[in-house]
T-cell receptor, first 115, second 114 residues
Framework: KAGVTQTPRYLIKTRGQQVTLSCSPI?????VSWYQQTPGQGLQFLFE???????NKGNFPGRFSGRQFSNSRSEMNVSTLELGDSALYLC??????????????FGQGTRLTVV | AQSVSQHNHHVILSEAASLELGCNYS??????LFWYVQYPGQHLQLLLK??????LVKGIKGFEAEFIKSKFSFNLRKPSVQWSDTAEYFC????????????FGDGTTLTVKP
């Protein structure tokens, strides 16, 4: 079965621009979470969506936002890009929220470089 | 709030040496615990997980981990490492009723010398 698919794989943007990243979860998975991975900060939780609703949110500024569609696909958007937003953005899907007994399956990530 | 601490940032071993990577977490309730591995150029993959039951869990590629509740620890072990185990290892925790938000440790880079 297909894994978590993230597009695009690589992006180069200029400061001040905005960017939209896409994630298609594993079929049947309704929970999609987003993480930012940087060498200095490790993996930082951004937000999580389930049934088109944001269920959890990390400590990121409002420039970071997301949404989930009825087919569970998710997008995240970063507006007014800053150099510090350069990172690998990871999407993870899991079967359900609330049961606690399910692991996350990760995509390959989108490497965002802000210049 | 949950937090995860991995004690070793970089570990260098020779092939056939034994491995133990430390992981401690901070959370007062029921937790689910995971170890993920990220091989160079690849995505994060699950090595093993603990939800309940036997505190000694076995994962893929000969890895195992022991959950010690009294110490809030979930250390990863492998009796004999191989060159192919060179990777970054992440310990993660999520709350028993909130599987969608995981907290990760900073990661441990393991380098195995042939």
């Amino acid at each position: 079965k297909a894994g978590v698919t993230q597009t695009p794989r690589y992006l180069i943007k200029t400061r001040g621009q905005q960017v939209t990243l896409s994630c298609s979860p594993i079929s049947g998975h309704r929970s999609v979470s987003w993480y930012q991975q940087t060498p200095g900060q490790g993996l930082q939780f951004l937000f999580e969506y389930f049934s088109e609703t944001q269920r959890n949110k990390g400590n990121f500024p409002g420039r970071f936002s997301g949404r989930q569609f009825s087919n569970s696909r998710s997008e995240m958007n970063v507006s007014t890009l800053e150099l510090g937003d350069s990172a690998l953005y990871l999407c993870a899907s899991s079967r359900a929220v609330g049961q606690g007994n399910t692991e996350a399956f990760f995509g390959q990530g989108t490497r965002l470089t802000v210049v | 709030a949950q937090s995860v601490s991995q004690h070793n940032h970089h570990v260098i071993l020779s092939e056939a040496a034994s491995l133990e990577l430390g992981c401690n977490y901070s959370y007062g309730g029921t937790v689910n615990l995971f170890w993920y591995v990220q091989y160079p150029g690849q995505h994060l993959q699950l090595l093993l997980k603990y939800f309940s039951g036997d505190p000694l869990v076995k994962g893929i590629k000969g890895f195992e981990a022991e959950f010690i509740k009294s110490k809030f620890s979930f250390n990863l072990r492998k009796p004999s490492v191989q060159w192919s185990d060179t990777a970054e290892y992440f310990c993660a925790v999520n709350a028993g009723t909130n599987a969608g938000k995981s907290t990760f440790g900073d990661g441990t880079t393991l380098t195995v010398k042939p």
